[in-house]
């Protein structure tokens, strides 16, 4: 922060002061005696509205601080809002998604079981129609061609056998 023209005529600043800004709260108020001919009280009362003006300059910098770190947070916490919202809703979209996995695996697991019975039922009509099959042919063509088959039927049989 640069010093005022009038501010720098009351205050001695060195050339090294003026280049460093960031030592810029450590103010320096002449040593040297004030002009005789100027009352002393009044150069000590300048000296204090200058003072003061100075102490104003820096509340009002603090305050400018203040109110940029308060804009700071209040964009912080709506940042944190939005992301809190956009988890929230991840979070819905994940329990959606794993309700729908488990609902297709309730299915996967219904379909594979009748899968399998109707495998095993498969297995027992194959296994039926082999022991119809070997009756059949043991019965029915086996025995030297019943005089109840006819020759007709028993060549069909024969046939599919």
């Not at 050339?15 to 450590?26: K, R």
Request: aromatic share 2%; proline share 2%.
């Amino acid at each position: 922060m640069a010093l005022p023209y009038w501010l720098r005529e009351c205050i001695q600043v060195s050339d090294q002061e003026e280049g460093s800004e960031q030592e810029e709260t450590v103010v320096a108020f002449p040593r040297g005696r004030i002009e005789r001919t100027r009352n002393e009280g009044q150069s000590a009362l300048d000296l204090v509205y200058q003072a003061a003006e100075v102490v104003a300059g820096l509340q009002d910098h603090a305050r400018q601080i203040e109110a940029r770190a308060q804009s700071l947070c209040r964009d912080a916490l709506e940042k944190l809002r939005l992301a809190e919202r956009r988890t929230e809703a991840a979070e819905n979209a994940l329990n959606i998604a794993e309700s729908r996995v488990a609902s297709a695996e309730a299915r996967l697991t219904a379909a594979e079981l009748r899968a399998s019975k109707a495998e095993n039922h498969a297995r027992e009509l194959d296994q039926a129609l082999t022991q119809i099959e070997q009756a059949i042919k043991t019965r029915l063509l086996g025995a030297g061609r019943s005089e109840h088959v006819s020759p007709a039927l028993g060549r069909r049989l024969a046939l599919q056998a």
